[in-house]
């Protein structure tokens, strides 16, 4: 067992009951209502929110799966426009766990939190962080530390769920299995093959078609329209007074202003292109002053599964919006349908010239030698999706292939392409660690 000579320096072994963990040395034992213990970072001038971790420790007799599904299910009813990243399975102290990641708005921060759950001998425990984005990569890594030095004084097995068992204590059922993969498991795993459907992008802006956009875009130096400019576009004049960007006499709103305040003090600009069944869509990312305006085409929730905001999006046309800089990765996340997917390594990795896009259309059919994992990619939905940053030389290729999850793409000398499963949560690492580094190597006259 590690002793706290053992450790590196910062760290410090706790014991909280019958769970023992490494824990930054630093963090103070803060109240925690309804919780077993938590422990929060030093309160410091500007911090605003306080890094921690949660941990709870119940009774409980269903199984990992359930308590996974239910944790799931009530999180994104209860947190303001809650996201979630990734659901995967983990082993802590000789279980098999699960590991969830989510995002979500609080206390007028943009929030990341990552969960891991346990059962064993008829008990639950929940071990939950939380940070503010610009310290999530910091936490996050110290995570691995963390839930590897854990020990839980509980013994005997989990519970072997029936086909509709309930924990008596907490009313928690057991969730709907995906077959092939509780069969490949040999343990129940939960489906999640429902949730891309209901977990849809966001976005409150207005709705504006392709030419108004540009003209817009063209006139962010300004801060009203001229007389010639109100004669000569009076209908896209009118779409903006609609959308409540423009006065009727041709000054910019109050959130037009603010929104052009991106493109005004620009800091990087990010390009996010996908494709699904021949539609091609865009999501551009004009970050600047601290915040970031956005120019969301259809989603990859609206293409694939037709839920989004509102009335679809035309190709073509975009939602004007505008968010805080460290709400991009989860809203870039959320566009490209990056989220909770069971990813399983089949034995077709490379297509040939040509068939990536017959994918991407639905068109494409398993090779006679594919095994079920290749298969069950090949027939789940495809939306393409192509990353980069101006200015950092970032560029990157994936494909979310529903409920086979998220692939890498690269391509082949021979005109091919070549993809490889990647867990979604290492996708969300990329576009934090990335966007991070664009807003820190900004030019140096805007540091």
């Not at 910062?10 to 803060?30: F, Q, S």
């Not at 309804?34 to 007799?61: C, K, M, W």
């Not at 004669?231 to 009118?238: A, E, F, G, T």
């Not at 679809?312 to 709400?327: H, L, N, Q, Y």
């Amino acid at each position: 067992m590690m002793t706290s000579s053992d450790l590196p320096p910062g760290w410090i072994r706790r014991d909280v009951g019958t769970v023992h963990l490494n824990l930054p040395e630093a963090w103070e034992a803060v109240a925690a209502p309804q919780a077993t213990a938590a422990f929060a970072h030093p309160a410091l001038d500007g911090l605003g929110f306080r890094p921690n971790v949660v941990i709870r420790e119940s009774v409980y007799s269903s199984s990992a799966a359930a308590l996974a599904a239910y944790s799931l299910a009530t999180t994104r009813a209860v947190f303001n426009n809650c996201y979630f990243v990734s659901h995967d399975e983990v082993e802590i102290d000789g279980t098999e766990g699960r590991r969830q990641r989510y995002t979500y708005d609080g206390g007028g921060f943009s929030l990341v939190v990552e969960r891991f759950l346990l059962v064993r001998g008829g008990h639950a425990l929940e071990l939950t962080t939380t940070a503010p984005i610009w310290m999530a990569y910091e936490v996050l890594e110290g995570n691995a530390f963390v839930a590897g030095s854990l020990s839980w004084d509980r013994t005997g097995p989990a519970h072997a769920p029936g086909p509709a068992d309930a924990d008596p204590a907490s009313g928690i059922r057991e969730p709907r299995h995906d077959p092939w993969l509780t069969e490949l498991a040999g343990h129940p795993v939960e489906d999640l093959s429902k949730l891309p459907a209901v977990q849809a992008f966001s976005s409150e802006g207005p709705l504006l078609d392709a030419a108004t956009v540009e003209f817009l875009l063209q006139q962010h130096k300004r801060h009203r329209l001229g007389r010639f400019d109100l004669l000569s576009h009076q209908p896209m004049v009118d779409r903006l007074v609609e959308a409540e960007l423009m006065e009727q006499d041709g000054r910019f709103g109050k959130s037009l202003e603010f929104m052009f305040g991106a493109l005004r003090e620009p800091d990087f600009t990010v390009a996010v292109d996908g494709r699904h069944e021949g539609v091609g869509t865009s999501l551009r990312v004009y970050a600047g002053a601290g915040r970031a305006l956005v120019l969301a085409g259809a989603a990859a929730s609206e293409l694939v599964h037709g839920t989004g905001p509102g009335e679809r999006v035309p190709e073509g046309s975009a939602r004007f919006d505008v968010v805080g800089i460290e709400a991009l990765p989860a809203l870039i996340a959320a566009w490209a349908g990056v989220g909770p997917a069971w990813s399983v390594a089949g034995n077709v990795t490379r297509l040939a010239a040509g068939d990536f896009l017959l994918g991407c259309d639905g068109t494409l059919q398993p090779p006679g030698d594919a095994d079920a994992a290749s298969r069950r990619l090949i027939e789940q939905p495809w939306f393409a999706w192509n990353m980069s940053i101006e200015g950092t030389g970032f560029e990157r290729s994936w494909l979310n292939a529903g409920a086979a999850g998220q692939y890498a793409v690269g391509a082949l000398d021979d005109g091919g392409t070549e993809m490889s499963p990647v867990p979604s949560v290492q996708v969300w690492d990329v576009l934090m660690q990335e966007l991070g580094a664009a807003t820190i190597a900004r030019p140096a006259d805007r540091n």
